[in-house]
């Protein structure tokens, strides 16, 4: 089976502190991709990053990091000097296989910045 | 580039009608995806159209049917609305990852 979970339902920080949102998956399969996606109160997801099951290197761009280990099942998400406009859900994803197919979504995690 | 586009944006049904939700993909992807965003439920997977066809399909009864057309525009359709039908209603395309569209948000009462 495959799942996708997010234990933080909500987080709250306040501006300019460093938050990790948790993301552990369950799969069978060896190859896989995970993302992350960011929901704003306007309720459309954006693509924030996918990584393939064979890529475990760290990611940065720009404040976002992702951390890739395959050994603890986990794709974690690391905001550094948060900022009130980084307040959202943030959903982890889950694809497996070879070809492009649905997206098994963890519950989300909310953040919210406060000035 | 233009996004995913959805229509309507909001709109509200009364319990046993029918109601038809549409999507414009983004220029050159050929897979549609809808998803369901009901409250309490989280994101659920609804349908997956590709080149035409339906490639894929979730957990949701007969009456959630959809297509696509040949220009790769989807339509979502829901008959016999039912109150716990009430959800934001996603649909993204995805040559690689899926980018999503505004969504349309039915209100079912």
């Known amino acids: 089976a495959q799942k996708v979970t997010q234990a933080q339902t909500e987080i709250s920080v306040v501006e300019k502190e460093d938050v990790t949102l948790d993301c552990v998956y369950e799969t069978r399969d060896t190859t896989y991709y995970l993302f992350w996606y960011k929901q704003p109160p306007s309720g459309e997801l954006v693509f924030l990053i996918r990584?393939?099951?064979?890529?475990?290197q760290n990611e940065i761009s720009g404040r976002y990091s992702w951390n890739f280990q395959k050994s603890t099942s986990s794709f974690n998400f690391t905001i550094t000097a948060s900022q009130v406009v980084d307040s959202a859900v943030y959903f982890c994803?889950?694809?497996?296989?070879?070809?492009?197919?649905?997206?098994?979504f963890g519950t989300g995690t909310r953040l919210q910045v406060f000035p | 580039e233009a996004g995913v586009t959805q229509s309507p944006t909001h709109l509200i049904k009364t319990r046993g009608q029918q109601v038809t939700l549409r999507c414009s993909p983004i220029?050159?992807?050929?897979?549609v995806y809808w998803y369901q965003q009901a409250l309490g439920l989280g994101l659920q997977f609804l349908l997956w159209y590709d080149e035409g066809e339906e490639r894929n399909r979730g957990n949701f009864p007969p009456r959630f049917s959809g297509r696509q057309f040949p220009n790769y525009s989807s339509e979502l359709n829901v008959n016999a609305l039912e109150l716990e039908d009430s959800a934001l209603y996603l649909c993204?395309?995805?040559?690689?990852?899926?980018?999503f569209g505004p969504g349309t948000r039915l209100t079912v009462t």
């Open positions: 994803a889950l694809t497996s296989g070879y070809n492009t197919d649905k997206l098994i």
């Open positions: 993204a395309s995805s040559l690689g990852e899926q980018y």
């Open positions: 220029s050159g992807h050929t897979s």
């Open positions: 990584r393939n099951s064979f890529d475990e």
